[in-house]
């Protein structure tokens, strides 16, 4: 009798062939490589083996579990899923970016001080461009567009105003005197307003030129100096104070005249008949050097109550800005303002070294 053939050999699984992954693998597919700042950072094992590995040990236990499972791929909740699977790993990550941009934000924010503090800065940049456009603007005026219908007389009235002429019975139009004379105090009035604070630390370029040049070209002088002026002032010593010209600039007797002849020449305008004030206006509209005399008083008009209000925050004087009002009055108004202003030399006197407060 012949033996039963021997049984099929039964089916095995090598352990070989078991993946062992449940030691902190992902699900695949994998999304995205782990952030090395996560606890995925720890999921290779010494040696810097792979997640996924083939072993012919015994498969380990599965976390939570405690026993192996064969053929199964664990999950670890420690590792983050794809997007919208783990909410709290989307909203570390939604935390993340936003510190980012706030981070970018700041960056940005130092970055454009940084290069404001140079002067350099978009509004700086725009408005020197404005002030140049009306700067121009102004000279082709003058020079093309401006009436110029009595040359003659023109030339006459500048004799006669500068003293080159005698008495010779004709009698000048006294609004005309008085803007003259004003207009050559305008001068002097800036002067004290840029001297020492309307200097610039920025740039190179000097004011004493262009108000030398003002005491012809008035307000057109200027404003080429308005363009190129890079705040803030530079700094100034007791020993500057003393020396010319701030010491003459700095008197309050400079100031007091000043104010009271300018205040003069208005009252002597304002008490001229109507007839006078009837002949400058038609002179205005016929004589070119009483045009241009006359925009240029607007102009240096408009222009001052932005430099008193600079040099009340270069003096740091917490209750001048009542004067930024009394400022727009014509030439009195600034004129006053010098006269009432602290000096200087009071305030170093005033100024500890480590006082930062303002002058009240």
């Known amino acids: 009798?012949?033996?039963?053939?021997?049984?099929?050999?039964?089916?095995?699984?090598?352990?070989?062939?078991?993946?062992?992954?449940?030691?902190?693998?992902?699900?695949?597919?994998?999304?995205?490589?782990?952030?090395?700042?996560?606890?995925?950072?720890?999921?290779?094992?010494?040696?810097?083996?792979?997640?996924?590995?083939?072993?012919?040990?015994?498969?380990?236990?599965?976390?939570?579990?405690?026993?192996?499972?064969?053929?199964?791929?664990?999950?670890?909740?420690?590792?983050?899923?794809?997007?919208?699977?783990?909410?709290?790993?989307?909203?570390?990550?939604?935390?993340?970016?936003?510190?980012?941009?706030?981070?970018?934000?700041?960056?940005?924010?130092?970055?454009?001080?940084?290069?404001?503090?140079?002067?350099?800065?978009?509004?700086?940049?725009?408005?020197?461009?404005?002030?140049?456009?009306?700067?121009?603007?102004?000279?082709?005026?003058?020079?093309?567009?401006?009436?110029?219908?009595?040359?003659?007389?023109?030339?006459?009235?500048?004799?006669?105003?500068?003293?080159?002429?005698?008495?010779?019975?004709?009698?000048?139009?006294?609004?005309?005197?008085?803007?003259?004379?004003?207009?050559?105090?305008?001068?002097?009035?800036?002067?004290?307003?840029?001297?020492?604070?309307?200097?610039?630390?920025k740039s190179k370029i000097p004011v004493w030129p262009f108000l030398v040049l003002s005491c012809i070209g008035g307000a057109y002088a200027l404003i080429p100096y308005f363009v190129l002026w890079k705040p803030p002032p530079p700094s100034i010593d007791e020993d500057e104070i003393g020396q010319w010209p701030l010491k003459f600039l700095e008197s309050k007797l400079t100031a007091g005249v000043t104010f009271v002849v300018g205040l003069g020449l208005f009252i002597f305008a304002a008490k001229a008949g109507g007839e006078d004030w009837h002949e400058f206006t038609r002179y205005f509209r016929e004589s070119k050097l009483i045009h241009v005399t006359g925009l240029d008083f607007c102009l240096l008009s408009a222009f001052s109550p932005f430099w008193v209000y600079n040099d009340i925050t270069a003096r740091r004087w917490k209750n001048g800005s009542w004067f930024l009002p009394v400022a727009l009055i014509p030439f009195v108004g600034p004129s006053l303002y010098l006269l009432l202003r602290p000096s200087l030399s009071s305030l170093l006197a005033a100024a500890g070294p480590s006082d930062d407060e303002p002058k009240k």
């Open 1 to 201: 009798m012949s033996s039963p053939p021997p049984p099929p050999p039964a089916t095995m699984f090598s352990p070989s062939l078991v993946l062992t992954t449940c030691s902190r693998a992902l699900l695949l597919p994998l999304p995205r490589a782990p952030r090395p700042t996560t606890a995925a950072a720890t999921a290779r094992v010494a040696g810097g083996a792979p997640l996924l590995h083939l072993s012919s040990a015994a498969p380990a236990p599965c976390p939570g579990t405690g026993r192996a499972r064969r053929g199964w791929i664990c999950r670890d909740s420690s590792l983050r899923g794809p997007p919208g699977v783990d909410p709290v790993a989307d909203e570390e990550e939604k935390n993340k970016s936003k510190a980012e941009a706030v981070a970018a934000a700041a960056a940005a924010r130092v970055a454009s001080s940084g290069s404001g503090g140079g002067g350099g800065s978009i509004s700086d940049w725009t408005t020197s461009v404005l002030l140049f456009g009306i700067w121009a603007g102004l000279m082709y005026y003058v020079l093309q567009l401006a009436p110029n219908q009595t040359p003659y007389r023109d030339t006459y009235f500048l004799q006669k105003l500068s003293n080159l002429k005698g008495d010779d019975g004709f009698r000048m139009n006294e609004v005309l005197v008085s803007l003259w004379y004003i207009m050559g105090l305008w001068p002097l009035v800036y002067s004290m307003l840029l001297l020492p604070t309307g200097r610039s630390s």
